[in-house]
């Protein structure tokens, strides 16, 4: 799941005259993403977000006009860290070994940090009804699918993939397949874990010569 989507500049969520980016604005940032965690969109409140910073609405409100803006912080906060890699690949790594990368990468973040995997659920369900945060997690998808596209060319390059596979497609494939797999509720870590091996095992089987 790690990529480089195409971002709006952060400045674009700041306040005018405010920096993009600053210590108590990543602060409310995190307290937001956390707060979403913990309750949902439901338990989001500017208000009490403000509390978990130590300080009132009324300065929450300078590096955030408003909730919804505060919302956004949270995606593009998202888009960040679903950018940085879980496990290392080298600039030499065949795209065999990258392509293992992409799920094992998936098991580090299910591991390390699962609240990523809930806001983004959340986010994803709010996206039906802010068309705002439904763009900005459709660039997120294009990012994930241009990765996912690469490793895939580059492989057939290598002549480890298959020739006739469709590397669009094949992506489209694995990102449903994967976020059907993420996105589902009522099975524990270990059941989702042992889940992707099973999509890894299968994927290298149809990719590889």
């Given at each position: ?9 952060d ?7 405010e920096p993009?980016t ?7 940032i995190r307290?937001a ?10 338990g989001?409140?500017t208000r009490?977000?403000?509390?978990k ?9 300078y590096?955030?006009?408003?909730k919804?803006a ?8 998202m ?10 690949v080298?600039?030499t790594a ?8 992409e799920?094992?990468?998936i ?6 940090a ?7 659920t959340?986010l ?7 068309p ?20 895939l060319e580059?492989g ?7 020739t006739?596979?469709d ?8 990102m449903a397949?994967?976020?059907g797999?993420?996105y ?20 290298e089987?149809?990719?590889r010569?």
């Amino acid at each position: 799941m790690t990529h480089s989507p195409r971002r709006r500049g952060d400045q674009s969520e700041a306040e005018p005259g405010e920096p993009a980016t600053s210590p108590r604005r990543d602060q409310i940032i995190r307290a937001a993403y956390f707060t979403i965690a913990e309750e949902g969109f439901e338990g989001l409140r500017t208000r009490d977000v403000a509390g978990k910073v130590g300080i009132n609405s009324a300065t929450l409100h300078y590096y955030f006009r408003d909730k919804e803006a505060l919302v956004q912080g949270v995606v593009a906060f998202m888009m960040k860290e679903l950018s940085r890699p879980r496990v290392a690949v080298g600039p030499t790594a065949s795209a065999l070994d990258r392509l293992r990368a992409e799920f094992s990468d998936i098991k580090a973040r299910i591991r390390d940090a699962p609240e990523q995997l809930i806001v983004l659920t959340e986010l994803t369900l709010r996206a039906f009804r802010d068309p705002k945060i439904a763009q900005l997690l459709r660039e997120l998808d294009q990012g994930w699918h241009a990765h996912l596209v690469s490793i895939l060319e580059a492989g057939i390059a290598e002549k480890l993939f298959r020739t006739d596979i469709d590397a669009g497609a094949t992506a489209s494939a694995l990102m449903a397949q994967l976020r059907g797999l993420v996105y589902q509720g009522g099975i524990g870590p270990k059941k989702r874990q042992a889940l992707i091996d099973q999509i890894a095992l299968q994927t290298e089987r149809w990719v590889r010569k």
